[in-house]
Nanobody, 131 residues
Framework: QVQLVESGGGSVQAGGSLRLSCEAS????????MAWFRRAPGKEREGVAT???????TYADSVKGRFTISQDNSRSTLYLQMNSLKPEDTAIYYC?????????????????????????WGQGTQVTVSS
């Protein structure tokens, strides 16, 4: 069973930094896509960054050059380093991971970042940036 648990949120002044972590227990799919999303007050959920099993990354234009997504080698922990934070970064941040697309023998292959199906979600962690 896959469980995602975020931590590291908090309150910071504009220009500051935070590092979010997501403990991903049970997620053993090297092919899968892991990501960070956020939902700001009164807005739709938006994708922030993704990372594939090969380490390839994508970022929303609004965070490029300021945020960095990374993972440890076992994919048991996902990170989001957030620098030069702005008040508009205030949101609840969620980590997510794709589910299994197909199985071949004893190996399960999860959906890649190119065609994601985010089946697993964390409970979210609040990030508040004050001006």
């Amino acid at each position: 069973q896959v469980q995602l648990v975020e931590s590291g949120g908090g309150s910071v002044q504009a220009g500051g930094s935070l590092r979010l972590s997501c403990e991903a227990s049970g997620y053993t799919y090297s092919s899968g896509c892991m990501a960070w999303f956020r939902r700001a007050p009164g807005k739709e959920r938006e994708g922030v960054a993704t990372i594939g099993g090969d380490g390839s990354t994508t970022y929303a234009d609004s965070v490029k050059g300021r945020f960095t997504i990374s993972q440890d080698n076992s994919r048991s922990t996902l990170y989001l380093q957030m620098n030069s934070l702005k008040p508009e970064d205030t949101a609840i941040y969620y980590c997510a991971a794709t589910g299994v697309a197909f199985e071949y023998g004893e190996i399960s292959y999860a959906y890649p970042c190119s065609s994601p199906d985010f089946r697993y979600w964390g409970q979210g962690t609040q990030v508040t940036v004050s001006s």
